[in-house]
């Protein structure tokens, strides 16, 4: 399959939630292999927007391209390319974190084998077989960190992903979410420094809409602060 | 899509061991309830019709907790956003979602029935047995397709518990009226009769059509 030059096109995206528009007239385009992070306060639409391109909810107005397809029509071949990490871990409480990824790796058609892998790299190995709800909250986070890599996605959609990580865990988890895994990656912050840095496109929304779209090079954290005024 | 419907009731199983949820629950529903038929009735055997629709009546009900605890997991877990971000057919969910069922169904009975002859049954329900799991099986079948519609349906909504019952008991009445009628011979006092194919049709063409309609609808419940 070639690979188009823009891994995520939005043009005029619109959303609602029965009269209130979350998302209105978003407009960008992400290249391929780069990272555009997305700042808002509370109910900007930041975790719309992620919903929106993982396939997970309908855009209501404009144009969507996720990895070359259009959505919603197309939803079905960019689904196991997409690896999306939202504010909940999407892991059964009672099931032990590797019956989870286990689970979810046959889902997405990954080999066993990558489950182990993905647990080592999370360092969760030796917590593997507690149920979910015996571990903390960072725990379960870097294991929902480990489901959403497990099928080596192209594409990371990752809403606030270092939250509940300590900075031992957040550095433990970066090889896979950070820059470093050369994944395109759209993700959600409330931090300016810690946001901008590591991104290529800086997103602000307000109110659902775009306040804010600029190089993050470009970008100063007192405009971030002011997205939140 | 055979490896999904697998992983699906391989992960539903687990939860079940694990949590104890459904069936033990369904399991106690049913022997409460022909306890509360032995007293309420005033009587220490019964037979035919009423033996019949005491039968079909408790496994009704009892069937309607399993419904509503269906897709609990899905939504209170995401395992719902799991499965639908995962490049796999929709209609898997479904057919796990009520083949789950159908073998919740079929351990209750296990002991359900069982505890309905010792508890109420007037006649012997060792001739009647052939023919009884015969009409088991036909009923479990239209019971899980439909609640696995009727509960899909429902989790999406804020009385779910309340809707879930609303919408599967009018819809399971041709499964409860059908499978009473074929089970009636079977438990009459002289001795178990010839099972009336007629009944058993109607059990047959309402789990065809209700599967059919449940695979034409199932994936635009999933909708957002």
């Known amino acids: 399959m070639p690979i188009p030059d823009h891994a995520v096109v939005l043009r005029g995206a619109g959303r609602r939630y029965g009269e209130r528009a979350a998302l209105r007239d978003v407009s960008l385009e992400l290249a391929t292999g780069s990272t555009l992070v997305i700042f808002g306060p509370n109910g900007a639409g930041k975790t719309t927007l992620l919903r929106m391109l993982a396939t997970l909810l309908r855009p209501h107005a404009g144009e969507v391209r996720v990895l070359g397809r259009e959505l919603p029509a197309d939803g079905w071949a960019v689904r196991g390319r997409i690896g999306f990490l939202g504010h909940e871990p999407l892991l059964y409480r009672d099931l032990s974190g590797r019956e989870n990824l286990r689970f979810h790796a046959r889902l997405h058609g990954a080999p066993p084998a990558r489950v182990e892998a993905v647990l080592e790299a999370v360092g969760m190995t030796s917590r593997a077989d507690d149920p979910i709800a015996q571990l903390s909250r960072g725990m379960v986070q870097r294991l929902a960190v480990a489901r959403t890599v497990l099928h080596e996605p192209e594409l990371l959609l990752l809403d606030e992903p270092l939250a509940n990580l300590d900075p031992a865990a957040a550095a433990q988890v970066q090889p896979l979410i950070g820059r470093a895994s050369a994944r395109t990656r759209v993700l959600t912050s409330h931090d300016p420094a810690g946001g901008l840095q590591g991104a290529d496109l800086a997103l602000g929304l307000k109110a659902g809409r775009v306040a804010l779209l600029a190089p993050a090079a470009s970008v100063t954290t007192a405009q971030i602060a002011e997205l939140y005024a | ?224």
């Open chain 2, 1 to 224: 899509m055979r490896g999904t419907i697998a992983a699906l009731l391989a992960k539903d199983m687990a939860l079940e061991l694990r949590t104890k949820e459904s069936v033990p629950a369904m399991v106690l529903f049913s022997i409460t309830t022909y306890v509360i038929f032995h007293f309420g009735l005033d009587r220490n055997a019964v037979s035919g019709d009423l033996a019949s629709g005491v039968l079909w009546v408790t496994l009704l009900f009892a069937a309607i907790l399993g419904i509503n605890r269906l897709f609990v997991a899905e939504h209170e877990q995401g395992g719902f956003d799991g499965f639908l971000l995962a490049p796999v057919d929709r209609t898997a969910l479904f057919v796990a979602k009520a083949l789950g069922l159908f073998a919740f169904l079929c351990i209750v009975e296990v002991v359900a029935v069982p505890a309905f002859a010792v508890l109420l049954l007037g006649p012997s329900p060792a001739q009647a047995l052939p023919g009884l799991l015969l009409v088991l099986v036909l009923a479990n079948a239209g019971v899980a397709v439909t609640g696995t519609l009727v509960a899909a349906l429902a989790i999406q909504t804020r009385a779910r518990d309340l809707i879930g019952p609303l919408l599967a008991l009018p819809l399971l009445v041709p499964v409860v009226l059908a499978s009473a009628r074929a089970t009636t011979p079977l438990l009459q006092q002289g001795g178990a009769q010839a099972l009336p194919g007629d009944w058993l049709a109607v059990l047959a063409l309402y789990d065809l059509v209700f599967a059919l309609i449940a695979y034409a609808v199932f994936d635009f419940l999933l909708e957002d």
